[in-house]
């Protein structure tokens, strides 16, 4: 969520956690390393073995430029009502960029960025009757941080449910961070968002974080399964897994309170509808790979068979931009899933559905 900076909250784990994260995180990181060499081949024949495409970057995420050229031009020429009425009409159409972010959302971020906040809340207050400007305007009281009980009176306003508005919803949601613990029902403002648009990834990208951090382990585990069938229409099983994979790394004990064998069959569904972005499949299986290593011990077995499966169903491009490492590397991710058919001569190959075996004699 870069776009509409939530305020400045200790949302941070605690201390002692905190610090038991980090060996974990380099013993992760150490036998990652370790097992760089597991494939047995050499860099030569493992580049021969692997037929399939190499992208050197993603593809941009967030397509922001037409939206901010449009909502400058209106900013420029004056125009407040026009550019309300501009981000109402993408707010009540969920209209997106080829990525999926929100243009809303980036529009407001825009303007968030560009006008001062006098402004903003003047515009609101000469037109008090509209839920944009009123929520341009809480927004904006948010990022200063010291107006919670402005951003409050202007955000409460309005209902979003009744306007449609996941923009206002969103923005409700991070009054709720904004106030002390226990004064407001922060899952309630996150259901009331995703009722309105759980297509939205943004949705799903830190609330398992923020619950971890605020509340407890059963509350993630209960808020994963409500994500799956909030999702159910888009993402199959896939939201159990949209939701969890952000924290699993870093929250071990998670395991112990959610059903890993659902998750693995969550992070295959999510992979197959997420198949024609290549990115977001090099992510899931980026954290897929890396959970099949620092999981316990009785699970790495259904790990590994399932980041074989994920890879035989749906990648079909290797983005080692992706993975946070160089080509080779990422290259030999990917091979240890077929480490015995490799050894014994076998090549990969890249098919519109994922990769497959063929023998050493394939052209």
């Not at 979003?160 to 969103?170: D, I, N, Q, R, Y």
């Not at 077929?338 to 994922?354: Q, V």
Request: charged content about 20%.
């Amino acid at each position: 969520m870069t776009d509409i900076a939530p305020p400045r909250l200790a949302l941070q784990a605690p201390a002692l956690a905190l610090a038991a994260l980090v060996p974990m995180i380099a013993r992760g990181g150490m036998q990652l390393a370790n097992r760089a060499g597991l494939c047995g081949v050499s860099d030569r024949r493992l580049k021969a073995a692997l037929d399939l495409p190499i992208l050197a970057q993603a593809p941009a995420e967030v397509t922001a430029g037409p939206v901010q050229t449009q909502v400058k031009a209106l900013i420029d020429a004056g125009d407040w009502q026009g550019l309300c009425e501009t981000i109402r009409g993408w707010d009540l159409a969920r209209a997106a960029t080829p990525h999926g972010q929100r243009k809303a959302r980036l529009a407001a971020g825009a303007v968030l960025a560009s006008v001062a906040p006098e402004i903003i809340a003047a515009q609101a207050a000469a037109a008090p009757a509209d839920p944009v400007a009123a929520t341009l305007a809480g927004l904006a009281a948010l990022r200063r941080g010291t107006d919670i009980d402005r951003a409050s009176s202007l955000l409460v306003r309005f209902e979003p449910a009744e306007w449609a508005s996941p923009l206002l919803a969103e923005a409700q949601y991070r009054l709720c961070l904004a106030l002390p613990e226990g004064t407001a029902d922060l899952s309630a403002a996150h259901d009331d968002w995703a009722d309105l648009d759980a297509r939205d990834d943004a949705v799903w990208d830190s609330h398992a974080a923020i619950l971890l951090a605020r509340t407890s382990l059963a509350s993630v585990a209960a808020a994963a399964a409500r994500a799956e069938w909030q999702t159910e229409r888009w993402l199959g099983k896939g939201g159990y897994a949209l939701f969890l994979l952000p924290v699993m790394e870093s929250a071990p004990a998670l395991w112990d309170r959610i059903d890993p064998e659902r998750l693995a069959a969550a992070v295959l569904d999510l992979a197959r509808h997420r198949h024609k972005d290549q990115g977001a499949v090099n992510r899931i299986a980026r954290d897929w790979h890396r959970l099949g290593i620092v999981a316990p011990g009785p699970w790495r077995a259904l790990l590994r068979t399932s980041y074989r499966q994920l890879l035989e169903e749906s990648l079909n491009t290797l983005i080692p931009a992706v993975w946070g490492v160089p080509d080779l590397t990422a290259r030999r991710r990917i091979a240890d899933a077929f480490t015995p058919e490799l050894r014994a001569g076998a090549r990969l190959r890249a098919t519109p559905a994922g990769l497959t075996l063929c023998d050493r004699s394939a052209a």
